[in-house]
């Protein structure tokens, strides 16, 4: 495994406070690290990342409380940082023949999740894990031709009654929508689409699932097993259901499609399994071949005063970018090894 360390961070973090009407200050962070590894600086909580297909762009969910946070796009050469939501953005547009469930446009709210519905002529479909006035997928038209993406509100996706807490989700074809119900006491999996509205996924019940992405054809959904510190295979639409434990050793928070199609399983160890002495870990990252199921190990992060816990990496050129919450006001930037 490659054991990656970084030093001291030489940096002053300015914390962000919520302002009127999901108005944030400007963030100003000066980030030195060691040769090992950088920082985008700017950023609070960055807990979910997702790049723009086919642009310079990194979609960035941040977290100021469990009511409300900011939606960031952050370029992937200049580093440079944009509130986009809730400042920043344009005026909601309700598609409530679509979304006929949503009581309407919602301002305030703390993004999680991520994941994108790619569309033609630069304008795709963004769909927005929120927690606070409201359990629901928040759901925008991201619109990346002009200098900076922009975001408009379109719609909403109440979640699932009785659901703990929706996590992560993923877009399936023909208009569907997956997600997880991330709960230690026993979640599972859930498809939405306008037609059906909620329906759990048959077979998909287990302790904590998180993270979670599927394969282009539908097939397959790969989630993060916090609790089983894997990563877990599920079939879709197969009787019966097809299901492989893939062990990683850490609590796997988010997945992602790799550049290279591995899926990047992201995570940390914040406490021992049982009463025997463990090795923390505020991040670690593997990529697992989503055929052979072959595991390799690429970053293991011992954290700072800076960055607390990760809990996702995506792929960005020649580096891999984890972010984080619980006090990470960064988001990490370890070189890929070639």
């Known amino acids: 495994?490659?054991?990656?360390?970084?030093?001291?961070?030489?940096?002053?973090?300015?914390?962000?406070?919520?302002?009127?009407?999901?108005?944030?200050?400007?963030?100003?962070?000066?980030?030195?690290?060691?040769?090992?590894?950088?920082?985008?600086?700017?950023?609070?909580?960055?807990?979910?990342?997702?790049?723009?297909?086919?642009?310079?762009?990194?979609?960035?969910s941040g977290r100021i409380s469990d009511s409300e946070g900011p939606i960031y796009a952050v370029h992937v050469s200049s580093h440079q940082v944009e509130n986009i939501y809730p400042v920043n953005?344009?005026?909601?547009?309700?598609?409530?023949?679509?979304?006929?469930?949503?009581?309407?446009?919602?301002?305030?709210?703390?993004?999680?999740?991520?994941?994108?519905?790619?569309?033609?002529?630069?304008?795709?479909?963004?769909?927005?894990?929120?927690?606070?006035?409201?359990?629901?997928?928040?759901?925008?038209?991201?619109?990346?031709?002009?200098?900076?993406?922009?975001?408009?509100?379109?719609?909403?996706?109440?979640?699932?009654?009785?659901?703990?807490?929706?996590?992560?989700?993923?877009?399936?074809?023909?208009?569907?929508?997956?997600?997880?119900?991330?709960?230690?006491?026993?979640?599972?999996?859930?498809?939405?689409?306008?037609?059906?509205?909620?329906?759990k996924v048959p077979g998909s019940d287990m302790l904590g699932p998180n993270g979670l992405v599927s394969s282009a054809d539908g097939d397959w959904f790969y989630v993060g097993g916090w609790s089983d510190r894997a990563l877990i295979r599920i079939s879709r639409g197969k009787t019966p259901v097809q299901i492989?434990?893939?062990?990683?050793?850490?609590?796997?928070?988010?997945?992602?499609?790799?550049?290279?199609?591995?899926?990047?399983?992201a995570g940390h160890i914040s406490r021992c399994p049982d009463e025997n002495a463990c090795e923390l870990s505020a991040a670690r990252v593997a990529k697992v071949n989503p055929d052979s199921l072959s595991v390799e190990q690429l970053v293991d992060y011992d954290g700072n005063n800076f960055f607390k816990l990760g809990t996702v990496a995506i792929d960005v050129d020649d580096e891999i970018w984890v972010g984080g919450i619980y006090g990470s006001f960064g988001i990490a930037r370890f070189p890929q090894q070639k």
């Open 1 to 60: 495994m490659l054991r990656i360390l970084l030093g001291f961070i030489l940096a002053a973090c300015v914390s962000w406070n919520a302002m009127g009407q999901g108005s944030y200050p400007p963030q100003t962070t000066a980030c030195e690290v060691d040769s090992n590894a950088l920082f985008v600086c700017g950023v609070a909580n960055p807990e979910d990342l997702y790049r723009i297909p086919n642009t310079d762009w990194v979609i960035a």
């Open 89 to 199: 953005a344009a005026t909601p547009n309700f598609n409530n023949v679509t979304y006929q469930e949503c009581p309407g446009p919602i301002r305030i709210f703390q993004p999680h999740g991520l994941t994108l519905r790619q569309g033609s002529d630069d304008q795709h479909i963004l769909y927005v894990v929120g927690h606070g006035a409201r359990e629901a997928v928040e759901v925008f038209n991201l619109d990346v031709r002009g200098d900076v993406p922009s975001l408009t509100w379109i719609g909403c996706i109440p979640a699932p009654e009785g659901t703990r807490r929706i996590n992560s989700i993923t877009v399936l074809p023909g208009g569907y929508l997956g997600a997880t119900n991330f709960d230690t006491a026993g979640g599972e999996l859930w498809e939405w689409h306008p037609s059906t509205d909620w329906v």
């Open 244 to 265: 492989d434990h893939i062990q990683v050793g850490f609590n796997v928070d988010n997945v992602r499609w790799g550049t290279d199609g591995r899926v990047i399983a």
